[in-house]
């Protein structure tokens, strides 16, 4: 595993970040390619054809359209705080925070320029004129893939091997999208991400909800009394926990970066007392026999990924849209309730809240004057809200928000996944 940190502190790439990367060979798989990077970052992979042509004309289109949205004010205007044109909403003066999570400025407190909306703007397609190039981490036979590709049909998949790598993929232009897990229905919330979304600029533009079909691999001929150690994501362990233990399998468990990389990893060792929870698809692209169907503790197992782009999509009223937003609250009594209260007065239902430690604030002292005395931890919270932000309800709700906040950020303001339940099988 490499330890990345966060890129420089920027929401619109600079000439840094995009004219000094270089591509190495992914040590672990020759189909991908880590980016050494301005900041030092071994950054990851990209594959499945690119070359270093496409790469360096990502890179000269990226120039180009930074060149020629430089202005003077360029570092004031760092962040697109909502949606990236001046809206009603805009108006909220979102204030900055500093350092939050890696250093990087939050928000700013002036409102941003406004731009005239074009057609791309509803629909951007991708720049480079052949399908949509969607990053994700994972290898191929990895359930992120299958998300990639129930969110956009007949995309190229880039597989990534860590989520940061799949967030800077689509920062340095060498993907248009980033699929990304953020929770399930078993595992709760995957907080990694989470903190991703907070120390990138990227915009959520949409969900997808991916029902999760375990099944639990080994090389042919292997029988389930064979094996000493079942290996797989964090998650497909955990989803899996009491079935395994059903199963008889109480042998070492260990998690490894993703469940297709598990099932690739017995392959290619040829390791004859491991098995790996992975997908159908796994076996069949990594040669391992299905030793049992449906491991996960809970048919209906689902996942929920949402995608990232470099530009937000513009908010619409005509269809089921969720917004996600992240915020600090400032000192003061029964803040939190305060906020909450804003979207309940309006009717507005939470579909989700998370909260992670304030990174840069993690504690603050009950009583100031007093050293020694009780602390209280500090939290950003991340709210998804059942509105988009084009209601003028959800602006309001936000404007009230704003109030308590000492920090608002909208990550978002998307079209909901309606695709009807079906408890998952095999895909
Ligand atoms: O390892 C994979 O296949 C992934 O796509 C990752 C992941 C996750 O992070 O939750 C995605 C879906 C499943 O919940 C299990 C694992």
Redesign the pocket.
Known sequence: MHTLSPPPSSNTLNFNHITRPRLIPNRFNPTRISIKCAYGLEQGSYGFGSSRADFQSSCAILSSKVASQEKPSAAADNVAAINGHKTNITDLQLVPIGNIGGGEIEAVSKPLLSKPLTISDLAPAPMHGSSLRVA???VP???????AGKAYPNCEAIPCDQFEVAFQAVELWIADRAVL?VE?SL?GS?HRNYDLLLRHRLHIVGEVQ?P?HHCLLALPGIRKEYLTRVI??P??LS?CEHTLTKLGLNVAREAV?????AAEFIATNNLRDTAAI??ARAAELYGLNILADGIQDDPS?V?R?VMLAREPIIPRTDRPFKTSIVFAHDKGTSVLFKVLSAFAFRNISLTKIESRPHRNRPIRLVDDANVGTAKHFEYLFYVDFEASMAEVRAQNALAEVQEFTSFLRVLGSYPMDMTPWTPSRGD
């Open positions: 994700y981490q994972g036979g990895a359930y992120s893939e299958a998300a897990p399930n595992g995957i991916l999760v797989s994501h998650q497909a989803q970066d993703d469940t297709a990389g992975a997908s197992n996942t990924f």
